[in-house]
């Protein structure tokens, strides 16, 4: 049987390419996404990531120069680790050693004052020379390390970005003003977040103090190793008591520190993993359909020559064997040639995710077992069961009916049952979708998602019964436009309602979720595009990528040349009328000309008088409107009473209530300002943008921005979600177009007579080959047309969930890229009946009409 | 419209071969279908082609119809010669000029019974007749059937529904393959009986390929087939001298 069923995989070739086919691009399409999310996942991990090899303990002051005003807020004491700690710590039993660290966020200047990579991900640290002036965490490659607080070295990647050279003066900066040094080394380092091309910038210890504002003696960190024989439980408690201001400082041990920040990476990349896995499942999903949807048509074509076997004498049981063997055989080698391909695109993707955005971390193609078991369980079991399912349906036909018959007998299953299940899980789908869109902000999402994977599951199942009317209402213009063959076409794509079902489902999953994220994608941006060019009346925004600005920086760039207004915002949390809130204040006297509120009541200019703004949402809350009283709770001060001078639309720009910039110096001094609005004279110039950078210090973190870039900051992180969407949606084409290739081969095998006889009397080869064209873009258009108008749906329930962080937020279409999605879809149809419409055109009229 | 202004002006027959010669495959397994056939089928004659199976009769027919292509000889229909033509040419001639009843399959499955009658009419674009279309639909007698598909007609009211397809764009000539093979003797008789009124009272004319002498018997003329040659030819048979002559040539062959 075994030798019967290899004849069988060797015999029919066309039939083999098409299976093999089918399971090593359904294979290799999961694995590839598999593969691809685990390196990016890989990739943003490594670069978050700090060594805790050789820390038995660490303590750490994480408050260690932020500005006094941060501080203030939270720390009462001013306790410090100094080289006095370090003495006593190094002084204990079981200590073999201690390193003292100074290190934080710092950004380096390339040769043109920008910053070099991802501020959040750029540090700046002490270097630890031993006797001989090395440091063994950091080889130097070329020079020395950095030996006075004027010198420092670089991490390779930094200085081949900058292009420096030993020599070069470098300016860093981090909350303070920048400061200038030398570069006097290059080094290398197997920290994975400097792997992942994050820079690093050693200074001497008191030169990162002097850029990180930290006290002559102060240091953030102490790393302690443990002695051999000491467990780092007995050194923490060791430790513990020679540790200044109470509870100030974190006391952690090594184990505590990975442990954390393993969570803590889990944590922050839970959004792409989220992602990335979704897109992972979509693709499995879409890999079985296609291996499933297969077996299924290429059955019919066999179930003859089963019963053949039969007839002459096989047992069922032996027939099913063969069945079985054979499809092991092709679930095994297609899905190990899938894993193969998988791992081609699983590279492919991130690198060319990576050339859309080079600031991405690098990192390599990450293959886990669980891939690999993944791939080869899932290829080899899907085939096998698609396989063997039609063929068990198969054997149960007597062997006469099948052989006699010249007809296949027609499958007339009841679609009643699978419409039944459809429609309920789509109606519970929708119900949770809708459910979750009243909801706001983040308790939405759960039932959101939910909803959305139950209502794709049940549309997919409603597909054949969506067919019918959906294709039966294009069949008049197509006839129209095409004649005959358009008209047949249409005809045929609903002949098998289920074929067509699933053929369609791979481009109805894949563009739900596509739809869905442009559509939210164009509305996000839309809603940011009107907040800052209509809100905002402001040349430059300064802003500093650390966050808090220094309030010196404030006063300079009023005074720089050219500012006809300017203003900090600060931001503030207060109680006013008994509702906790967040607050801006805006310097009176020029807000008008910076901002411009929607206003419903009142004017922006009652600022000047002292009054408040507040959004509409919150003048609701309270019953304000002009004129009101609202009584505010401040850090220095309570029963504060302000009046309302005008009421305006909610803003992502601006905070539910505007204060005077004098009523927040009056009770919060050192409230902290992120940004300050600038107007120039001349409106927004390169040499006006200049001329406030000069006036900052040209500090590589001061970002001096006009409403485009603030635009393009945005449209940035959400460019990328869509980019690595868009790599998916190929992915998910590519499958779709072979479905729709073995969709229609199978139906020109079937259908040959009739289209014999439709040649036979009188449609030429064209007509045959636009009919079986047409028939194919009509079931891609279909399962396309069906996924976007879900994802559209899903994206406007979505968007009305994101009003509390954006509230301009509405839902845009972008048309034209929905209607380079329809095309997408008419291509891959077009593209997947090349083949099939050839074969039709091609078939011999006489033998076609004889064949039985 | 070359051909049109052709057939216009000459009263040829409505279909002819001359030394036809079709020949399958090569070396040992070449075999010759037809053996130089020359035969005319005169317009408003209902003719029927016999023979024993592989005599050649349905690859004369085919030869003559356009839908296989001959060794040598010549073929026309009307003044048209089909030897030679590229398959565009052929499909338009066979959708203009020839109507085709076959033995089984004759209609698409996804049509109306009405639509495949106007189908070869559709895909040429033509407006239809209304009122030949409608006798001719009075004449097969499915008028109360036309929106029926044709899995839900019976295997002579396919075939009739076929017979129609075939009135439908008076071509210049019908060719019948086995056209009540699949039938039963009743529904056959109901087909032949419309063939033969096709003829008679709409003036067509057809060839018909069969093996049934009943069948035979209800056309004008028989012409008898045998390893692709002409054999014989009997005039206003009935189903016994068709019977007579298919025995003498079986002890012949």
């Known amino acids: ?852 | 419209m070359v051909m049109d202004a052709m057939t216009t002006t000459t009263y040829a027959a409505a279909a002819r071969a001359r030394g036809l010669h079709k020949v399958y495959g090569e070396g040992e397994t070449r075999v010759l279908a037809l053996d130089d056939v020359s035969v005319e089928f005169p317009r408003g004659e209902f003719a029927a082609i016999m023979g024993p199976s592989g005599s050649g009769k349905s690859t004369l027919m085919h030869c003559m119809a356009g839908l296989d292509s001959v060794t040598s000889g010549s073929a026309t229909i009307g003044d048209v010669e089909l030897v030679g033509m590229k398959d565009k040419q052929l499909t338009r001639l066979r959708r203009d000029r020839i109507g085709f009843i076959f033995q089984a399959f004759n209609l698409m499955p996804t049509l109306t019974a009405m639509e495949n009658i106007t189908l070869p009419g559709d895909i040429a674009g033509r407006k239809p007749d209304r009122d030949w279309l409608a006798r001719v639909v009075d004449a097969v007698g499915l008028a109360d059937r036309l929106k029926h598909r044709p899995g839900q007609l019976s295997g002579g009211q396919q075939q009739r529904v076929a017979c129609a397809r075939a009135l439908a764009g008076k071509p210049e000539i019908i060719f019948a393959d086995e056209p009540t093979g699949n039938l039963d003797s009743h529904a056959g008789a109901e087909v032949l009986a419309l063939l033969g009124s096709c003829v008679r009272d709409f003036g067509q004319s057809v060839v018909m390929v069969t093996h049934d002498p009943v069948a035979a018997a209800h056309a004008d003329r028989v012409v008898f087939l045998a390893d692709g040659r002409i054999v014989d030819e009997l005039r206003t048979p009935t189903a016994d001298s068709v019977l007579d002559r298919m025995r003498r040539l079986d002890r012949v062959g």
Not at chain 1, 68 to 81: C, F, P, V, W, Y
């Open chain 1, 1 to 852: 049987m075994f030798r019967t069923a290899l004849r069988n995989v060797l015999a029919h070739r066309g039939r083999l390419l098409m299976t093999t086919l089918a399971v090593l691009l359904g294979t290799g399409f999961m694995t590839g996404t598999m593969i691809f999310s685990d390196s990016i996942h890989q990739a943003a991990n490594n670069s978050r990531s700090k060594d805790f090899t050789g820390i038995s303990v660490q303590v750490a002051d994480d408050t260690a120069g932020l500005p006094s005003s941060a501080r203030q807020n939270s720390t009462k004491s001013s306790a410090r680790l100094t080289e006095a700690t370090v003495r006593r710590i190094a002084a204990l039993p079981g200590v073999a050693g201690t390193r003292a660290e100074v290190s934080g966020t710092a950004a380096i200047a390339d040769k043109n004052g920008n910053m070099i990579g991802d501020i959040m991900r750029s540090t700046g640290a002490n270097f630890v020379p031993d006797a001989a002036g090395n440091d063994a965490r950091y080889p130097m490659l070329q020079g020395r390390g950095p030996h006075t607080a004027t010198e420092v070295a670089l991490d390779r990647g930094t200085v081949e970005k900058a292009g420096y050279r030993l020599g070069d003066t470098v300016r860093i900066a981090a909350n303070g003003p920048a400061i200038s040094v030398t570069l006097t080394g290059v080094f290398s380092s197997d920290a994975p977040a400097v792997r992942s091309g994050n820079p690093l910038a050693l200074l001497d210890t008191q030169g990162a103090r002097r850029v990180l504002s930290l006290a002559p003696d102060q240091y953030s960190s102490i790393d302690v190793t443990a002695a051999p024989g000491t467990s780092e439980t007995a050194l923490l408690h060791a430790v513990t008591p020679l540790v200044p201001g109470g509870n100030q400082f974190r006391v952690e041990t090594g184990a505590q520190l990975a442990a954390q920040q393993a969570e803590r990476l889990a944590q922050s990349g839970r959004s792409l993993a989220t992602m990335l896995t979704t897109a992972a499942g979509i693709s499995l999903f879409i890999g079985i359909f296609l291996i499933a949807n297969t077996f299924t048509m290429l059955v019919a074509q066999r179930t003859r020559q089963l019963a053949l076997l039969r007839a002459i004498g096989a047992g069922r049981s032996q027939v099913t064997r063969s069945v079985l063997i054979e499809a092991l055989l092709v679930g095994l080698s297609g899905s190990a040639a899938g894993l193969l391909l998988g791992i081609g695109i699983g590279a492919a993707l991130a690198a060319g995710v990576k050339s859309l955005d080079a600031d991405l971390p690098r990192a390599g193609v990450v293959i886990t077992p669980t891939t690999v078991l993944i791939t080869l369980l899932v290829g080899t079991l899907v085939t096998v069961l698609s396989a063997a399912l039609p063929a068990l349906r198969a054997c149960r036909i007597p062997p006469v009916a099948a052989l006699s018959s010249g007809e296949q007998p027609a499958t007339h299953r009841s679609l009643f049952l699978r419409n039944v299940l459809g429609s309920l899980t789509t109606a519970g789908g929708l119900g949770l979708v809708v459910l979750g869109s009243t909801e706001r902000g983040a308790t939405a999402r759960l039932p959101l998602m939910a909803g959305a994977l139950l209502a794709v599951l049940g549309i997919v199942q409603l597909l054949p019964l969506l067919s019918r009317p959906v294709i039966a209402l294009a069949r008049p213009p197509l006839a129209r436009l095409c004649g005959t063959p358009g008209s047949l076409a249409a005809l045929n794509a609903i002949r098998n309602p289920r074929r067509t079902a699933s053929t369609a489902a791979a481009l109805t999953i894949g563009l739900t979720l596509v739809t869905a994220m442009t559509v939210i994608g164009a509305s996000v941006s839309d809603a940011i595009d009107r907040a800052v060019t209509q809100e905002m009346t402001a040349d430059y925004v300064v802003t500093t990528l650390t966050g808090t600005l220094d309030p010196s920086i404030a006063t300079s760039v009023a005074h720089a040349p050219g500012v006809v207004a300017s203003s900090p915002v600060t931001d503030v949390e207060w109680s006013i009328a008994g509702e906790r809130t967040e607050a801006k204040g805006l310097d009176a006297d020029s807000a008008d000309q910076l901002v411009r509120p929607n206003m419903s009541q009142g004017a922006a200019t009652a600022l000047k008088r002292g009054q408040i703004l507040v959004d509409s949402s919150f003048a609701s809350r309270h019953g304000l409107a002009v004129g009101s009283t609202v009584t505010v709770a401040a850090p220095h001060g309570t029963g504060i009473r302000l009046t309302v001078g005008g009421v305006f639309a909610p803003s992502r720009m601006l905070a539910p209530v505007l204060l005077p910039g004098g009523v927040v110096a009056a009770h919060q001094p050192y409230a902290p300002a992120q940004q300050i609005l600038v107007k120039g004279a001349n409106g927004a110039t390169p040499a006006f943008k200049q001329a406030l950078k000069d006036a900052t210090g040209r500090s590589p973190v001061v970002e001096v921005e006009n409403k485009q870039n603030l635009r393009d900051g945005f449209d940035r992180t959400i460019t990328f979600a869509l980019n690595l969407l868009y790599a998916l949606l190929v992915m998910s084409l590519l499958v779709a177009a072979l479905g729709v290739v073995n969709t229609l081969a199978m139906a020109v095998f079937e259908r040959r007579r009739e289209l014999g006889l439709l040649r036979a009397i009188g449609l030429d080869r064209g007509g045959v080959k636009r009919m079986v064209r047409l028939e194919s873009v009509l079931i891609s258009v279909f399962g396309a047309a069906i996924g976007m108008a879900f994802g559209v749906f899903l994206a406007w329930a979505a968007g009305t969930t994101m009003t509390v962080t954006l509230p301009e937020l509405r839902t845009v279409l972008p048309y034209p890229k929905l209607l380079l999605m329809l095309l997408a879809a008419v291509l891959v149809g077009l593209a997947a009946a090349q083949w099939p419409a050839r074969r039709a055109a091609r078939l011999d009229v006489l033998d076609s009409i004889t064949a039985d």
